[in-house]
């Protein structure tokens, strides 16, 4: 009887607990089928949007989504060339994955026709850390990686050590209602 008394108060102070903890859930997410209070908390929880932005006067013999992929929960703009002045955009969740380096959006871009000259790009919206846009070159893969906690936009010359350099502008834009949205505009 000794024993049985002990457990009566943790179980009845865990009924307790469940019951205001059930209680603050629904207050704050509202009733069912009313939408969340915030779009943009609904696009944080999903995937990254990336558009590429050609800001120079040479047409990109080439701009395409990067694989392997792990899912179909990608969306590219069909590869093609990108001339001056013109777009090409991606989105997804968690479609790329190299061992344990997932992105939700990847992008190659060749700025020369035999592939000598080219940089990948990928945007990853983790639930626990900040947004955050990967680049590298090419066959050597993401080498480096900037996340969102300080700035939304900055300018970046890439590759600084060998090899012909482009100039960015990136931006991390404000969510769209189902994506984390960041605009790459290259410059030279």
Known sequence: MVRFSRLIIPIGLACVMSALLAGCVTSTAGSAGQP??????????????????????????????????????????????????????????????????????????????????????????????????????????FSAYKDTEHAWEWDLTYPKDSGPQHDYHIRRLDDSENYIEWQLTVRR
């Open 36 to 141: 969340l209070p915030s779009s943009a908390r609904e696009a944080s929880i999903r995937g990254s949007r990336l558009c590429i932005v050609n800001a120079t006067t040479n047409t990109f013999p080439l701009v395409r989504e990067l694989g392997p992929f792990i899912n179909g929960d990608h969306n590219p703009d069909p590869e093609a060339p990108l001339k001056p002045g013109a777009t090409w955009c991606t989105s997804g969740y968690n479609s790329y994955s190299v061992g344990n380096f997932t992105q939700d959006a990847t992008a190659e871009i060749l700025f020369s026709e035999d592939g000598s000259d080219q940089v990948v790009w990928g945007v990853e919206n983790s639930w626990f850390f900040y947004p955050i846009i990967s680049w590298g070159r090419g066959a050597q893969g």
